[in-house]
C-alpha cells in the first residue's frame, strides 16, 4: 500500500496575525489622529486656504478684467466670492510684516485686471507660536514661507 502525503498548503491568516495587524493599523491611525487635530496642521491647512483665496481672486481679476478684492482681518479673512474665513475660532492671527494688527476696517488687498497688486507679507500664527508667512510680489506671485 502507497502511503500517500496530503499536502500540508495553509490559506488564509491565523488568529494572531490577524490581531497583530489590526494593532498595527490601529497604531498608526492614533499617530494620525494627533498629527491632524495639532496647532501645526490647522496652520499649514489655513496658511494653504488663503493662498488658495488670494490664487483664485488674482484669477477672477484676470478672467474678467476687472479687479477683485480680498478683505484681511487680525482674526478673518473674506475671499473674493465674500465667503468669510474665521481665523480666531481656530485659535490662528494673522498681521502685517511689522508686527502691528491689521486695521478695525481690515485691509482691502486688490489684484489690477492683470492680476498685479502691490508687495504684501502677512504673518499667520497659532497659539503654539508657529509662524507661516503669506508672502505677495507686484507680479501677482503668491508664496508661503515657515518661519
Given at each position: 500500500?502507497?502511503?500517500?502525503?496530503?499536502?500540508?498548503?495553509?490559506?488564509?491568516?491565523?488568529?494572531?496575525?490577524?490581531?497583530?495587524?489590526?494593532?498595527?493599523?490601529?497604531?498608526?491611525?492614533?499617530?494620525?489622529?494627533?498629527?491632524?487635530?495639532?496647532?501645526?496642521?490647522?496652520?499649514?491647512?489655513?496658511?494653504?486656504?488663503?493662498?488658495?483665496?488670494?490664487?483664485?481672486?488674482?484669477?477672477?481679476?484676470?478672467?474678467?478684467?476687472?479687479?477683485?478684492?480680498?478683505?484681511?482681518?487680525?482674526?478673518?479673512?473674506?475671499?473674493?466670492?465674500?465667503?468669510?474665513?474665521?481665523?480666531?475660532?481656530?485659535?490662528?492671527?494673522?498681521?502685517f510684516s511689522g508686527g502691528g494688527s491689521l486695521p478695525d476696517g481690515g485691509?482691502?488687498?486688490?489684484?489690477?485686471?492683470?492680476?498685479?497688486?502691490?508687495?504684501?507679507?502677512?504673518?499667520?500664527?497659532?497659539?503654539?507660536?508657529?509662524?507661516?508667512?503669506?508672502?505677495?510680489?507686484?507680479?501677482?506671485?503668491?508664496?508661503?514661507?515657515?518661519?
Amino acid at each position: 500500500m502507497l502511503n500517500k502525503k496530503k499536502s500540508a498548503s495553509c490559506h488564509g491568516l491565523t488568529i494572531i496575525e490577524a490581531l497583530l495587524t489590526l494593532a498595527i493599523i490601529s497604531i498608526l491611525s492614533g499617530i494620525a489622529l494627533v498629527y491632524i487635530n495639532s496647532d501645526s496642521f490647522r496652520l499649514n491647512s489655513e496658511a494653504r486656504n488663503l493662498r488658495s483665496a488670494l490664487s483664485q481672486a488674482r484669477m477672477l481679476a484676470v478672467k474678467t478684467n476687472q479687479s477683485a478684492t480680498v478683505k484681511i482681518w487680525t482674526g478673518k479673512y473674506e475671499d473674493s466670492s465674500g465667503v468669510v474665513v474665521d481665523l480666531q475660532a481656530q485659535g490662528l492671527t494673522l498681521a502685517f510684516s511689522g508686527g502691528g494688527s491689521l486695521p478695525d476696517g481690515g485691509y482691502t488687498l486688490r489684484f489690477s485686471p492683470s492680476g498685479t497688486t502691490p508687495n504684501s507679507h502677512y504673518h499667520l500664527s497659532n497659539q503654539s507660536g508657529e509662524t507661516i508667512s503669506i508672502r505677495m510680489n507686484s507680479v501677482g506671485r503668491i508664496w508661503l514661507e515657515r518661519n
